[in-house]
């Protein structure tokens, strides 16, 4: 894995497995530094060689969002992480400067069509995350309504485990979990409608949360990226032969796929051919290019 760059100004604490956290190099002063690497990852790996030009892109649409979020787009102001200065020369494309939060334990996934593992457990009970939905659906269909399915964030080097909004309730008290729930599903809702007028799909994304010291909710993180969220295009869901056509996602599912044919999840994870590599950017790039246009 790529060592983490050396910032002036900033000292590097943390790696996650795709992005870089720094702090002030003079002390703590309420701000961090979150860079988003080019690494990539997939089946709890982080792979070689990484995609040059990743972070940039979703940085750049992860800041697109946060400014629409903001009441760019008309809609109300959805308090946010960014203290609004400039990230330093050298990682100022592909880095934010953030307020320091404390960070909630809840993943927000909210889901509006029905795929992934909520597929998986429809199949086998008619439920997704524990939730029950009508018969008779298909892979790849839009629910009803949107539904909320919050995780447990786990410590570092566990996964995350789906759990119900009771038990979210009793990690965060019932009013900051029911204030995550109602925000997860209005921020959903208004990029949906973003993402449909540009002939898109948002049928997935989780979101995260901390508060401020005074303990205001604010939206952190990234936002409505291709490595939060699952889009489609529109026109090929509404026309495509195969779930394969209906539901290709703007997103590292190349990887995926690729990976998952051509290694037994044993050991070491191949090398990703060029090819590979080249498509899945240009997945990043069209979605960053069809949502900011």
Not at 107 to 128: D, I, K, M, N
Request: net charge negative; aromatic share 8%.
């Amino acid at each position: 894995m790529s060592s983490a760059p050396e910032i002036t100004g900033w000292k590097h604490v943390y790696s996650g497995k795709v992005r870089d956290l720094y702090a002030p190099e003079g002390g703590a002063d309420g701000r961090m530094l979150v860079v988003a690497s080019d690494r990539v990852s997939a089946f709890d790996h982080v792979l070689e060689p990484g995609i040059a030009g990743k972070g940039a892109l979703l940085t750049t649409l992860s800041a697109w969002w946060f400014d629409q979020l903001a009441g760019a787009d008309g809609g109300p102001a959805v308090p946010n992480h960014l203290t609004g200065e400039s990230a330093p020369a050298g990682v100022a494309d592909r880095a934010m400067v953030v307020q320091s939060l404390d960070m909630l334990p809840i993943e927000c996934v909210v889901r509006g069509y029905l795929t992934g593992s909520g597929w998986a457990e429809y199949q086998a009970s008619g439920t997704v995350c524990g939730l029950p939905l009508p018969e008779g659906l298909h892979n790849g269909d839009r629910l009803p309504e949107p539904i909320y399915t919050p995780a447990y964030k786990a410590p570092l080097g566990e996964h995350d485990e789906n759990i119900s909004f009771e038990k979210s309730a009793e990690l965060v008290g019932e009013a900051r979990a029911a204030e995550l729930r109602d925000a997860s599903l209005a921020i959903y809702a208004r990029a949906a409608r973003a993402a449909e007028a540009r002939g898109l799909i948002l049928a997935d994304t989780k979101f995260e949360f901390g508060t401020d010291a005074d303990g205001v909710l604010r939206l952190a993180d990234e936002v409505l990226t291709s490595d939060s969220s699952r889009y489609w295009d529109l026109a090929a869901w509404e026309n495509g032969a195969t779930p394969a056509e209906r539901m290709a996602s703007f997103d590292k599912q190349i990887v995926r796929d690729w990976l998952a044919a051509n290694w037994d999840k044993t050991g070491t994870p191949p090398e990703l051919p060029a090819h590979i590599v080249d498509q899945t950017r240009e997945r990043y790039r069209e979605l960053l290019e069809r949502m900011t246009r």
